[in-house]
């Protein structure tokens, strides 16, 4: 059986970068504990309001129990983010 690596990414919009960065430094920990085991920032380069989150999972399962969580969503109203996010799964080939 193949070895599979389980993306989720997320793009959201938020009102001011610092503040959505201390908020999602302090839930960190909490995503570990559920199974992320990597993330990389990006910024759009014509409008850093809005960014592109990816992070590695070790499973699918976890990786979408955690986009469906109370945990991100209370987190997300907390650090600004404008709107809802756009999510997508991704398995590595």
């Known amino acids: 059986m193949a070895n599979f690596e389980y993306f989720h990414y997320y793009t959201v919009k938020v009102k001011d970068f610092a503040e959505w960065k201390k908020v999602y430094v302090s839930v960190a920990g909490l995503r570990a504990t559920n199974g992320e085991l990597s993330d990389q920032i990006y ?3 014509s409008d ?3 960014l ?3 992070f590695k999972w070790n499973s699918l399962a976890n990786a979408q ?3 469906q969580s109370p945990e ?3 987190a ?3 650090a600004g983010v404008e709107g809802p ?3 997508s ?3 590595e080939v």
């Open 85 to 87: 996010p756009s999510i």
């Open 76 to 78: 997300m109203e907390k």
């Open 65 to 67: 129990k955690w986009a």
């Open 89 to 91: 799964f991704l398995n």
């Open 48 to 50: 850093p309001s809005k």
């Open 72 to 74: 991100l969503k209370a």
């Open 43 to 45: 910024r759009d380069a």
């Open 52 to 54: 592109t989150i990816v």
